[in-house]
């Protein structure tokens, strides 16, 4: 099973990021797609949230309006699109993947760097 992020970096308050993830080894369209964030001395947060095939989303109060989440089956891939970004937003970006069967499996990736700063 792997989950690489990528996309993320430096990036000016204002400005836009897109993160992606890109998975293999599990069957994808079975697992509800999360990104969370951990910035450096506080607890790891949900940003977004989608559904299987993209039906529902879910987003944390302080990225609704400006952060997207969106996912591609064919592809096993799941995006975050980041607009508006504040410094607030910095942080280790982690996708997780949580099957939808009972037991819940879950798999994390390793994590992105998304630092916004002028």
């Known amino acids: 099973v792997q989950l690489v992020e990528s996309g993320g970096g430096l990036v000016q308050p204002g400005g836009s990021l897109r993160l992606s993830c890109a998975t293999s080894g599990f069957t994808f369209s079975s697992y509800d797609m999360s990104w969370y964030r951990q910035a450096p001395g506080k607890e790891r947060e949900l940003v977004a949230s989608i559904t299987t095939v993209g039906r529902s989303t879910n987003y944390a109060d302080s990225v609704k309006g400006r952060f997207t989440i969106s996912r591609d089956n064919a592809k096993n891939t799941v995006y975050l699109q980041m607009n508006s970004l504040k410094p607030d937003d910095t942080a280790v970006y982690y996708c997780?993947?949580?099957?939808?069967?009972?037991?819940?499996?879950?798999?994390w990736g390793q994590g992105t760097q998304v630092t916004v700063s002028s």
């Open positions: 997780n993947a949580k099957s939808i069967f009972y037991g819940r499996t879950s798999y």
